[in-house]
């Protein structure tokens, strides 16, 4: 007879209603009182079968099967003998299948700015040793990104770097090729680039505008900020030029332009940073922490906790502008509740190594664009091609199943142990999961989930529309 | 169908749902996921009038223009191969059917 067991659950409020969120199948349920009690009691007993179930439901309880059967079907109740998908993780093992849909362009290592936490110093060589693509390296990279797109049809190439401003000419001319070369083979590129936003000028914003290009302008908010964190290599501040530079490209760019603020020290103005932004024509803003391994910037536990404190007003704001029909670009929200909403199982927290690679100045294919020039992280490059056992073993060294850590976590399917790179700085190895900000995570999360069934009842449309936005098409909503 | 105390509120939530109701029983949900469910992407013509995420359940979709759906709890007005059993690797010619549509061929049963 088969076994059953509650499946990993974690029960949140809102609205004064209960929901319960299906770890493992990323699924969310609105619940009444009734099947919380019920699964509040049965796992405590760890191993049932179905009689013992329906002896312990009330006599009158109508279709005490019918519950039974949509329990089940609903994950709430697993079979013991399926294992879960706990045990799935490390049966399925990590995927083989090579396909480049995003390519990041290292287009060069050089840099006007000086930002005080930029994740580059810690390799930084001499000037001597920097490099800057050559063009027949871009135009390889674009075929290699072409050949390695297996009919999926569309190819995202980035331009980045250093500052890719710096190189205009090896830009328009990559861009120009891979449009060509897509159109010849039948296959869509698509561009975007991230900028510090200083060598924005009327040539560039022209190259931007033609190639349709999604840009992304790194600028830590106000004048003082910016200047005492991102000033060019010879101290001179930076924030008037920036901001001149975005207002030209925000006048005639079609595309959303996203900011996307390093939180450091003292983050308790994100709420004023992100107003200030907004109002200079960014669509949306994103914070990070910082990653440098510069320890004087890293954010430490009350400044992480004033993070969250902050993230939460800024999620209701979110909130209620959805309830006035309006849009209010906080991008770590949106992001969080896109996730929640398409609920799609993920073994691993990122594409990178899998359908995204960074390919550097001499043509060698790393990771992702964080680990470039590492050669730990290097997995082929655009001449022979992938070098598939590497690529395969650090594809199973990265997998959610290896992260022992996490197995008993109910943010599991959704953080999967975050960034390889941070992991790389704090954690000390890129393979482990980032313990240190596991509670900020389980925090953050729940926010989300809160504010994601609170849109849901209130503008479910608004859900697809956020989807649409971060490239998920509304006719494969189900 | 009753909610029996449980009202799905996202995808994930609804593709489970969707399964009992329509009677897909236990099946492993990554497999379901992994083919397209409901109408295809491209060419579901059937969702201005009847806009997700409820079912296309009123709609006939031009089965011409439509090759790849009859996947999952999807009814099907035309005759088109059965991906589920017979010829479940059809539509990996077929994988962004605004391109790919002309490499879905007819199937001949020997």
């Known amino acids: ?101 995003t390519l990041v362009l290292h287009l060069t290592d050089f840099c006007n700015l000086g930002c005080v936490y930029c994740y580059h110093d810690q390799w930084e060589s001499p000037a ?68 510090n936003g200083t060598l924005l000028t009327q040539e560039a914003i022209d190259v931007i505008c033609r190639c349709n290009m999604g840009i992304t302008v790194s600028i830590d908010g106000f004048p003082e900020v910016q200047n005492r964190n991102r000033p060019f290599r010879d101290g001179r501040p930076s924030y008037d030029k920036v901001v001149w530079n975005v207002r030209k490209l925000l006048e005639v760019t079609k595309r959303p332009v996203v900011a996307r603020v390093t939180v450091t020290r003292n983050p308790e103005n994100l709420q004023r940073i992100l107003e200030h932004l907004l109002e200079l024509g960014f669509t949306e803003v994103g914070f990070s922490p910082v990653t440098s391994g510069a320890s004087g910037y890293k954010l430490n536990k009350e400044e992480m906790t004033t993070l969250l404190a902050q993230f939460k007003v800024l999620s209701k ?150 989807s649409l936005m971060r490239g998920y098409s509304p006719m494969r909503n189900l | 169908m009753k909610n029996k105390g449980l009202k799905a509120i996202n995808k994930a939530a609804k593709r489970l749902e969707e399964k009992e109701v329509f009677g897909m029983g236990d099946i492993d949900i990554n497999v379901a996921t992994g083919q397209p469910v409901g109408c295809t992407t491209i060419f579901d013509t059937g969702w201005e009038t009847n806009p997700r995420p409820t079912m296309p359940m009123g709609n006939c979709i031009p089965s011409a223009r439509d090759f790849a759906s009859c996947a999952g709890p999807c009814w099907w007005p035309a005759q088109v191969p059965d991906n589920i059993t017979n010829w479940p690797n059809r539509q990996d010619q077929c994988p962004r059917a605004e391109y790919d549509w002309r490499n879905l061929n007819y199937v001949i049963k020997r």
Not at chain 1, 4 to 14: E, G, L, Q, R, S
Not at chain 1, 359 to 377: K, M, S, T, Y
């Open chain 1, 1 to 101: 007879m088969p076994r059953f067991k509650v499946a990993d659950y974690k029960i949140f409020h809102a609205n004064g209603k209960n929901f319960v969120f299906l770890i493992d199948d990323k699924a969310i349920f609105e619940m009444d009182d009734q099947i919380g009690d019920i699964i509040a009691e049965w796992e405590k007993v760890s191993d049932f079968n179905d009689q013992e179930f329906l002896a312990s439901l009330p006599d009158d309880l109508e279709d005490r099967d019918e519950l039974f059967n949509s329990l089940l079907c609903k994950h709430l109740i697993v079979p013991i003998s399926k294992g879960g998908p706990k045990k799935k993780y490390h049966e399925k093992g990590c995927s083989a299948h090579l396909s480049v849909q």
């Open chain 1, 128 to 195: 001597t040793q920097k490099k800057r693509m050559p063009f027949h390296v871009g135009k390889k990279a674009v075929d290699f990104a072409l050949e390695h797109s297996n009919n999926y049809g569309r190819v995202l190439l980035v331009f980045f770097g250093g500052e890719p401003l710096l190189e205009l000419d090896l830009i328009k001319s990559i861009a120009d090729y891979a449009v060509r070369e897509g159109e010849r083979r039948g296959i869509q590129v698509e561009f975007s680039m991230t900028t």
């Open chain 1, 317 to 466: 704001r979110f909130l209620q502008s959805i309830e006035r029909r309006e849009f209010f670009g906080f991008s770590n929200i949106i992001d969080l509740v896109v996730t929640l909403h398409q609920g799609e199982l993920m073994d691993y927290p990122c594409g990178a190594g899998l359908s995204l690679f960074a390919v550097n100045p001499e043509g060698r294919l790393f990771v992702c664009q964080r680990f470039i020039n590492q050669a730990d992280f290097c997995v082929g490059d655009i001449s022979n091609g992938f070098d598939l056992e590497k690529l395969l073993e650090f594809r199973k060294q990265v997998h959610i199943g290896q992260k022992k850590e996490c197995v008993d976590c109910w943010v599991r399917t959704i953080c999967t142990g975050g960034c390889y790179h941070e992991a790389c700085l704090r954690e000390g190895d890129f393979a482990k999961p980032n313990i240190h900000y596991c509670e900020w995570i389980k925090d953050w999360t729940k926010v989300g989930l809160e504010t994601y069934v609170r849109i849901a009842a209130d503008s479910p449309a608004s859900l697809d529309e956020l």
